[in-house]
C-alpha cells in the first residue's frame, strides 16, 4: 500500500505556497461576486492585499534566505529554491493582474453606482480641488519631508510597506536634474474623505498635486507612487539570548531594515525610473510588479468601515449559549454549571463575552478561586481577559501567563502586555525554547468543600474579543477531572522544569498530538472501508499526514477533509487519493476552527452519502483544538487537541461537520490541484444556518426560563 503511494514520489505534493496562493484567489473570487453586499467585496479585497503583504514578508523572504545561503534542497513537491520564486512569481502576476481588474472595473464602477466614489485628482472639479488644497496646507504638508537625492544626499531608506513618491526635480537656474522621495505619512488615512463623506481620494494623489509646494521653485518632471516589501521575519536565537524579551524587541527594531523583497511600482513609470528605483532598492527584476490600481489597497479597510447598512451584510449579534444565560440580573454560576455538564461555545455565533470573557472574569472575582493559569498568543488592545488576569494577582490569586512574544506581528503588543500583567503582579512565561506557545488553554483553580476542583477552557481561537466577533472557533469548557489534571500537567511544563512525556486525554504537540493523530489514522486504516476520517483544519501541509491519509484512502477508508487554507494533498487522484474529498469554506467569518473526527456511525454526517462504514466501524472519537495539521503545528509549537466526549457537544459538531461539508453557497472544492466553486443548487449556507442554529437555541431556553431571555433579539 504504502509502496503505492512512494511510487507517486515528490509529485503527490502540491507546493505549500502556491496553494497559499490559490487561498488568494479564493478571495478575489469572492471580491468579483457580484451576489454579495457590496462592502462585503471590499472587504475581502482589503484582505487579499493584507495577506499578500504577509506572503512576501515572511514566505517569499525565507526562500531568498535560503538562494543567498546557497540552498539548494528540494521542497516536498521537488522544486528548489529557486525555482519556487519562478512559480510564485508567475502566479502572483497573475493575480496582481486579476486584482487590478476586479479594483478598476468592478468594484470602482459599482461604488460609484451606490453613491461612493473613488475618484482621483483629475476627475475634480474646482470646488472639490479647493477643499483638497485647504486639506493638504492644513493636515497634509506640516508632516510630509521631502528628501532630495544628490551627492551629499544619499538614497534615503525606505521602510517595509511604507507608501512613498518619487520625484523627478529640475533646478531652472542651473538645469541639474535630482530625484528626490517623499514618504506619504502612515500616521494618515490612506485615503482623503471629501465633505459629503462618500468619496474618495487617494492620499498620494493629494500630495502630488501639489509637489511645487514641497519644491518651491522648481521644475517638476515625472513623479510615481512606489512602495517597498521587506522581509520581516525574525530571527531570535533564543538558545543564545539571555533575556527573550530584550532580544524579540532588538529584533523588531531591525525588522525595519529587512532586505527588499518587492517592490511595487504604478505602471505610469517610464522605464528609467524604475529601472533606478529597483537598483536603489537593490531589488532584482523578478521582485518588480508593476500595477494599475492604486498601491496598497488594504487601505480599503476605511471605505469597508463607511456606516452604510444596505451595503454590509447583515449585522450578527452573538448569542449567549442557553446554560450560560443569566436569569433576570442574577449572574450565572458558570463553576455550578460546568460541574454538573461540559459547555461547547462556538464563536462568533455564541457570545465570547458571556463564556469565555465571562468564565475568567468570575475565576478572578470568585474568593473560592486560589489560581489561574492561561495561554496569550494573540490578544485586543482592550482585552478584558487580561484585565481579569490584573484583577485576580491583585486579589491575591496566584496568576500564571504564558505570552508568546514572538507571534508574528503581535510581537510588539505582547511584549507591552507581558510588562503590564507583571507589573500587577502576575507570574509571566514566555514559553519554551524553540517552540511557539500556540494553544488556547485556561485552568481555574478553585477550593471546594471535597478539596481543589480544577475547571478548563480548550479552545481553537485566540483570546481576543475583536477576533472572535470575526473567527469561527470552538472552545471547550469543562469540569473533567482528567482533563483538568492534563491540563495542569501542561502548565507545568509551559511554566516549570518538566519532561512530561504523556496526557491521559488531552493530545499535545510536539510531545504526542503527531503520533497520536497517527494512530488514530492507523485504527481507520485496519478498519478499512468501515473506517471513516473527516477533518477541518486551517492546513494540511505535513507530509507524514498527508501520506498517512493517502494510506487511508488506498484502504478504502472514506476521507472528507474542509481546509480553508494550504492544502498540499491531491484529492481524487487515481491509485492514490480515490477516497479522498477536499473542500474550502471562505464566507463572512473566517473558519478558523480545527475538528478531527475519526471514527464512528455512517449517519452522524448526512452531506457525506459516500462515506457510509459498515456495521465494523472503529468507535467514534472526536476532537477540538488549535493544530493544524502542518509542520509548525506538529513539531515546533504547543498545541493542544482535547477530546468531546459529551454525546449532546458530539452531536452539535456533527451539526457543524455537517453543514460544512452540505455548503453550497461559500464552498470551493479542490480537484487534484485545481480549486473550483461548488456549484449552489440548494442554497446552503452554513454561516447563515449557524446563525439561526443559535438563535433557536436561546430561544428554546427562554421558553424555559423567560427571565433569561433578554439578551434574545425581537421576534
Known amino acids: 500500500m504504502r509502496e503505492g503511494i512512494a511510487a507517486f514520489g515528490t509529485d503527490r505534493f502540491t507546493n505549500r505556497e502556491l496553494s497559499r496562493l490559490d487561498f488568494s484567489a479564493r478571495l478575489l473570487d469572492l471580491a468579483e461576486e457580484?451576489?454579495?453586499?457590496?462592502?462585503?467585496?471590499?472587504?475581502?479585497?482589503?484582505?487579499?492585499?493584507?495577506?499578500?503583504?504577509?506572503?512576501?514578508?515572511?514566505?517569499?523572504?525565507?526562500?531568498?534566505?535560503?538562494?543567498?545561503?546557497?540552498?539548494?534542497?528540494?521542497?516536498?513537491?521537488?522544486?528548489?529554491?529557486?525555482?519556487?520564486?519562478?512559480?510564485?512569481?508567475?502566479?502572483?502576476?497573475?493575480?496582481?493582474?486579476?486584482?487590478?481588474?476586479?479594483?478598476?472595473?468592478?468594484?470602482?464602477?459599482?461604488?460609484?453606482?451606490?453613491?461612493?466614489?473613488?475618484?482621483?485628482?483629475?476627475?475634480?472639479?474646482?470646488?472639490?480641488?479647493?477643499?483638497?488644497?485647504?486639506?493638504?496646507?492644513?493636515?497634509?504638508?506640516?508632516?510630509?519631508?521631502?528628501?532630495?537625492?544628490?551627492?551629499?544626499?544619499?538614497?534615503?531608506?525606505?521602510?517595509?510597506?511604507?507608501?512613498?513618491?518619487?520625484?523627478?526635480?529640475?533646478?531652472?537656474?542651473?538645469?541639474?536634474?535630482?530625484?528626490?522621495?517623499?514618504?506619504?505619512?502612515?500616521?494618515?488615512?490612506?485615503?482623503?474623505?471629501?465633505?459629503?463623506?462618500?468619496?474618495?481620494?487617494?492620499?498620494?494623489?493629494?500630495?502630488?498635486?501639489?509637489?511645487?509646494?514641497?519644491?518651491?521653485?522648481?521644475?517638476?518632471?515625472?513623479?510615481?507612487?512606489?512602495?517597498?516589501?521587506?522581509?520581516?521575519?525574525?530571527?531570535?536565537?533564543?538558545?543564545?539570548?539571555?533575556?527573550?524579551?530584550?532580544?524579540?524587541?532588538?529584533?523588531?527594531?531591525?525588522?525595519?531594515?529587512?532586505?527588499?523583497?518587492?517592490?511595487?511600482?504604478?505602471?505610469?513609470?517610464?522605464?528609467?525610473?524604475?529601472?533606478?528605483?529597483?537598483?536603489?532598492?537593490?531589488?532584482?527584476?523578478d521582485g518588480v510588479y508593476v500595477v494599475d490600481a492604486p498601491i496598497d489597497l488594504s487601505g480599503l479597510w476605511a471605505v469597508y468601515a463607511l456606516d452604510r447598512p444596505d451595503l454590509h451584510a447583515d449585522t450578527w449579534t452573538p448569542m449567549t449559549p442557553p446554560y450560560l444565560a443569566t436569569a433576570g440580573n442574577v449572574p450565572t454560576d458558570l463553576f455550578g454549571v460546568l460541574r454538573h455538564r461540559d459547555v461547547l461555545v462556538h464563536h462568533p455565533y455564541d457570545s465570547f463575552a458571556t463564556s469565555v470573557e465571562a468564565f475568567v472574569a468570575q475565576a478572578a472575582d470568585d474568593p473560592a478561586v486560589l489560581g489561574i493559569k492561561q495561554t496569550l498568543y494573540r490578544t485586543s488592545g482592550d482585552s478584558p481577559i487580561v484585565a481579569s488576569l490584573i484583577r485576580a494577582a491583585e486579589a491575591g490569586k496566584q496568576v500564571a501567563a504564558i505570552v508568546e512574544v514572538k507571534a508574528r506581528f503581535d510581537e510588539q503588543a505582547n511584549i507591552g502586555w507581558a510588562r503590564v500583567l507583571e507589573e500587577a503582579g502576575v507570574h509571566v512565561v514566555y514559553g519554551l525554547v524553540g517552540l511557539k506557545t500556540h494553544s488556547k488553554t485556561v485552568l481555574v483553580l478553585r477550593g471546594e468543600e471535597d478539596g481543589i476542583r480544577r475547571y478548563c477552557h480548550v479552545g481553537t481561537g485566540n483570546y481576543n474579543s475583536r477576533t472572535a466577533a470575526i473567527y469561527e472557533d470552538l472552545g471547550l469548557l469543562t469540569a473533567d477531572p482528567v482533563i483538568g489534571e492534563d491540563v495542569g500537567h501542561l502548565f507545568n511544563y509551559l511554566t516549570g522544569f518538566s519532561r512530561q512525556a504523556d496526557y491521559r486525554e488531552i493530545l499535545v504537540a510536539p510531545v504526542t498530538l503527531r503520533r497520536r493523530v497517527l494512530d488514530l489514522i492507523e485504527e481507520q486504516i485496519e478498519a478499512g472501508p468501515s473506517g471513516r476520517i473527516v477533518l477541518k483544519v486551517n492546513g494540511l501541509t505535513d507530509p507524514e499526514m498527508i501520506d498517512a491519509l493517502y494510506a487511508a484512502s488506498a484502504a478504502g477508508v472514506p476521507v472528507d477533509l474542509a481546509v480553508r487554507g494550504m492544502c498540499s494533498l491531491r484529492p481524487g487522484v487515481p491509485g492514490l487519493s480515490d477516497n479522498v474529498r477536499v473542500r474550502s469554506i471562505v464566507g463572512q467569518f473566517l473558519e478558523h476552527s480545527r475538528i478531527f473526527r475519526f471514527g464512528g456511525a455512517a449517519d452522524d454526517a448526512p452531506h457525506l452519502p459516500e462515506s457510509e462504514p459498515g456495521d465494523g466501524a472503529p468507535p467514534l472519537r472526536l476532537f477540538i483544538g488549535s493544530a493544524d495539521l502542518m509542520e509548525r503545528n506538529l513539531d515546533r509549537r504547543i498545541e493542544v487537541l482535547t477530546p468531546v466526549r459529551d454525546a449532546a457537544l458530539q452531536a452539535r459538531l456533527f451539526e457543524i461537520l455537517d453543514l460544512v461539508f452540505g455548503d453550497d453557497v461559500n464552498a470551493w472544492v479542490l480537484h487534484d490541484r485545481a480549486w473550483s466553486r461548488v456549484p449552489a443548487v440548494a442554497g446552503t449556507d452554513s454561516q447563515r444556518r449557524l446563525k439561526e442554529l443559535a438563535v433557536e437555541r436561546a430561544r428554546r431556553r427562554r421558553e424555559v426560563d423567560p427571565a433569561a431571555a433578554d439578551h434574545l433579539p425581537a421576534d
Request: charged content about 30%; glycine content about 6%.
Open 34 to 285: 457580484a451576489r454579495l453586499p457590496l462592502l462585503e467585496r471590499v472587504k475581502f479585497m482589503a484582505i487579499f492585499c493584507d495577506l499578500l503583504d504577509e506572503f512576501f514578508q515572511v514566505r517569499v523572504a525565507g526562500i531568498q534566505d535560503k538562494v543567498v545561503a546557497g540552498v539548494r534542497t528540494r521542497s516536498v513537491d521537488g522544486l528548489r529554491p529557486t525555482e519556487q520564486l519562478k512559480v510564485i512569481r508567475a502566479r502572483v502576476l497573475e493575480l496582481v493582474a486579476r486584482q487590478d481588474a476586479i479594483f478598476l472595473e468592478g468594484l470602482v464602477p459599482a461604488l460609484g453606482d451606490a453613491g461612493v466614489r473613488l475618484s482621483d485628482w483629475s476627475s475634480l472639479d474646482e470646488d472639490d480641488r479647493e477643499y483638497l488644497v485647504d486639506v493638504f496646507e492644513r493636515q497634509i504638508f506640516p508632516v510630509l519631508t521631502p528628501l532630495a537625492v544628490d551627492p551629499g544626499h544619499p538614497f534615503p531608506y525606505i521602510s517595509n510597506l511604507s507608501l512613498n513618491l518619487l520625484v523627478d526635480v529640475t533646478d531652472p537656474g542651473t538645469g541639474q536634474q535630482r530625484i528626490a522621495r517623499v514618504k506619504v505619512p502612515p500616521v494618515l488615512s490612506r485615503f482623503v474623505v471629501m465633505p459629503d463623506g462618500e468619496r474618495f481620494v487617494p492620499l498620494e494623489q493629494v500630495i502630488a498635486a501639489h509637489l511645487d509646494a514641497l519644491f518651491p521653485g522648481m521644475a517638476i518632471g515625472e513623479h510615481v507612487a512606489f512602495r517597498v516589501t521587506r522581509n520581516a521575519d525574525l530571527a531570535v536565537e533564543e538558545d543564545e539570548a539571555d533575556d527573550l524579551l530584550v532580544a524579540v524587541e532588538m529584533e523588531l527594531r531591525r525588522r525595519r531594515f529587512g532586505s527588499a523583497v518587492r517592490l511595487e511600482i504604478t505602471a505610469s513609470a517610464s522605464p528609467d525610473l524604475r529601472e533606478r528605483l529597483a537598483a536603489e532598492l537593490d531589488v532584482p527584476d
